[in-house]
């Protein structure tokens, strides 16, 4: 069984970058997708981007398209956030998910087609 852990979150400055890295040991052959999801303070936990292991296909969020890129390494033990040009609104803690199987592709966004969830990494972007 598969226990994501996150890591790299931090205190930065809007415009600045942030690599977030989620180490996914043991994960099955079978699963084949990452996700990032986040929680800003008094919100809903919130898709931000995911990935196919197998294929490399990415998924955003439109609040993320341009400044994130999702990625993941050849060996199917970590996935990567990048993110650029970071704004306040982008504050939250980061969760990585990954599922048991394969899920469609309606699904990749959605936080019940994932399984298996990290503890967090809490970003924060001041003004």
């Known amino acids: 069984q598969v226990q994501p852990v996150e890591s790299g979150g931090r205190l930065v400055q809007a415009g600045d970058s942030l690599r977030l890295s989620c180490a996914a040991s043991g994960r099955s052959s079978r699963s084949d997708a990452m996700a990032w999801f986040r929680q800003a303070p008094g919100k809903e936990r919130e898709f931000v981007a995911s990935i196919r292991w197998s294929s490399g296909h990415t998924y955003y969020a439109d609040s993320v398209k341009g400044r994130f890129t999702i990625s993941r390494d050849k060996y199917g033990n970590a996935g990567y956030l990048q993110m650029h040009n970071l704004e306040p609104d982008d504050t939250g803690v980061y969760y990585c998910?990954?599922?048991?199987?394969?899920?469609?592709?309606?699904?990749?966004?959605?936080?019940?087609?994932?399984?298996?969830w990290g503890q967090g990494t809490q970003v924060t972007v001041s003004s």
């Open positions: 998910a990954v599922p048991q199987g394969r899920p469609i592709l309606s699904m990749m966004r959605s936080q019940t087609a994932y399984d298996y």
